[in-house]
């Protein structure tokens, strides 16, 4: 495309019209079939298996390294202030609205949702969803809307063991090895959390974080030319396209949260 | 019982973009007849069988798949004819993450409320027929190309349908599975009472199984009837394709710029005369 052509930025345009036609009638398509993969429970069950249970031990090893740095972190920041009693509040309420809804999602993307895209699109490239479509099987119903639901479950379980795990790293760090005082450390984390304000906005973000990032890699995957090269870049987009997304709605959701 | 075609073409157009596949085609595929669609590579021998199942609309004319216009079906209803289709890929297109079994019992768990003791019956009898009873516990990567295409075909067959169609069913196998191939698509015509449409540029087992053939070039039909007839075309393009050519209508250089400009070599000079 050449920039000063008016007629490749049309075309450029008209593409990209083209595709977010695509990809909402696909949401919306995969939001309908609720129901159908409510009904068909176990295919939703095996990919909560495959998505979730098989992307744990990185979130579990992430979220620890991410709670020693803040349990670290944390105590050299607050001591200056003569405030390190608070530190099991900084890190719970870092984890819980931010860090753990977002890094997890980075995570999850990285992890599970390369692993959709290529397999959509490999199963695209070997004709198995044209074989399907022709057995009268819709292959959005089928193999689509299974992962997709999958995915959303998983991601604000995933995200609540990042930060469970997390916060476990920085007691580790902050309480056992520094010595910062154990209840207090606890004990602010307790009544400085609101279950409703912080937890409840951080699994809000990780619930349009696991549909965001699932539906990136699915739409990746089913629209990738079904080609090795088509198949390698459409797995890059997903990483790409679900972090920015990811990141983006972040800092709109953190702003929407605070204003209400 | 029936005597009108299963697959009726009325004038069928096709193209992707400025490029015209299909051009004003028409053809029939008689009920219970093993018919074979060739050609030229790119000559819409796919497209049409795209066309038949309803994953391509024709820009005009009309397929009708007994009866019915296949290309004015809505999802629900061209899902229902399709449950009366079988079709064939060029690599099997099984499923990788399904054994054997599995791959064959998927249409009947999806489409059927049939027990497991009941479909275990049926798939060992669909695997049976096509001589891989003993590999049903095999994945698809630990099968030959030729298996996989007999899985393929059992999957295929799974739901007793009226009409299979055969996309490149020879393409790359051995001679010993390649004769199994061609048995095994005539034997389970005529034994099931199917139809069945090959794609196919095998041209002595294609016409040693066929009881119509098709030829597509440019776009049209230009040739149609049983392969002695076929045969005896005195249509330069059909002459050729069957007697494997390498030059006449369907040229062997693609259109491109002449030799001598493309590698820079100027026109040879007249020798001069002595003076």
Same mark, same amino acid.
């Given at each position: ?25 696909? $949401? ?27 992307? +744990? ?40 609205? #931010? ?11 990285? @992890? ?6 290529? #397999? ?14 022709? $057995? ?14 999958? *995915? ?49 906005? *951080?699994?809000?973000?990780? +619930? ?17 030319? /079904? ?16 972090? =920015? ?10 702003? %929407? $949260?605070?204003?209400? | 019982?029936?005597?009108?075609? =299963? ?14 596949? +299909? ?6 595929? /008689? ?6 669609? $060739? ?10 069988? @795209? ?26 209803? %061209? ?29 009947? !768990? ?7 003791? +009941? ?42 349908? #009226? ?41 002595? #087992? ?61 026109? /040879?000079?007249?020798? !001069?005369?002595?003076?």
């Amino acid at each position: 495309m050449s920039w000063y052509r008016a007629a490749d930025w049309g075309w450029w345009t008209r593409r990209k019209l083209a595709d977010l036609g695509h990809a909402s009638r696909l $949401m919306v398509r995969l939001v309908g079939m609720l129901g159908v993969s409510l009904r068909r429970w176990r295919l939703v069950v095996d990919q909560v298996h495959f998505l979730g249970n098989h992307s +744990l031990a990185i979130i579990a090893v992430s979220g620890l390294f991410v709670g020693f740095v803040l349990g670290l972190q944390g105590y050299y920041t607050l001591q200056r202030y003569g405030s390190s009693s608070a530190l099991g509040l900084l890190v719970a309420l870092s984890l819980v609205r #931010e860090l753990g809804p977002v890094v997890s999602a980075l995570l999850f993307a990285g @992890r599970a949702g390369t692993s959709l895209t290529a #397999e959509i699109g490999l199963m695209k490239a070997g004709e198995q969803l044209s074989a399907m479509d022709l $057995m009268a099987v819709d292959p959005v119903q089928r193999i689509l809307a299974p992962r997709f639901w999958a *995915g959303v479950l998983a991601m604000p379980v995933l995200a609540a063991v990042f930060s469970a795990v997390g916060i476990m790293g920085a007691w580790v760090v902050g309480v056992v090895m520094i010595g910062v005082d154990a209840g207090s450390f606890w004990g602010q984390m307790q009544s400085g959390v609101d279950v409703w304000k912080d937890v409840g906005n *951080g699994v809000l973000k990780s +619930l349009v974080f696991g549909i965001t990032v699932t539906f990136v890699a699915l739409y990746q995957g089913h629209e990738a030319q /079904p080609t090795p090269e088509g198949v390698s870049r459409a797995t890059t987009q997903t990483v790409v396209v679900a972090s =920015l997304a990811v990141l983006g709605l972040d800092f709109v959701l953190t702003a %929407l $949260m605070f204003s209400l | 019982m029936h005597t009108s075609p =299963l697959v009726l073409a009325k004038d069928l157009c096709f193209g992707y973009g400025e490029r015209r596949i +299909l051009d004003g085609v028409s053809f029939e595929v /008689p009920r219970g007849k093993v018919t074979a669609l $060739m050609g030229a590579s790119g000559g819409g021998k796919t497209t049409v069988l @795209r066309l038949i199942s309803g994953q391509y609309r024709a820009q005009s004319g009309q397929l009708l798949f007994d009866g019915q216009d296949v290309g004015a079906l809505a999802q629900p209803a %061209l899902y229902l004819a399709r449950r009366r289709m079988g079709m064939l890929f060029q690599f099997g297109a099984l499923f990788t993450d399904l054994s054997v079994f599995d791959n064959v019992a998927f249409p009947l !768990r999806e489409h059927t409320d049939l027990g497991e003791e +009941l479909i275990r019956d049926v798939v060992l009898m669909k695997l049976q027929a096509v001589g891989l009873r003993g590999a049903r516990d095999l994945m698809p990567s630990e099968v030959s190309g030729g298996m996989a295409r007999r899985v393929a075909l059992a999957r295929a067959m799974a739901l007793d349908p #009226e009409l299979i169609m055969y996309d490149e069913p020879f393409a790359g196998l051995d001679p010993i599975s390649l004769g199994t191939a061609a048995r095994l698509i005539r034997q389970l015509n005529d034994s099931l009472g199917l139809t069945s449409i090959i794609v196919s540029h095998d041209l002595e #087992e294609t016409f040693r199984i066929a009881d119509q053939v098709i030829i597509l070039a440019n776009g049209r039909i230009a040739a149609q009837g049983t392969p002695d007839q076929v045969r005896q075309s005195a249509d330069p393009l059909v002459h050729q394709f069957v007697t494997a050519a390498p030059d006449g209508p369907v040229r062997f250089h693609h259109p491109g710029p002449d030799v001598a400009s493309d590698f820079g070599i100027s026109a /040879p000079r007249q020798p !001069r005369g002595r003076a």
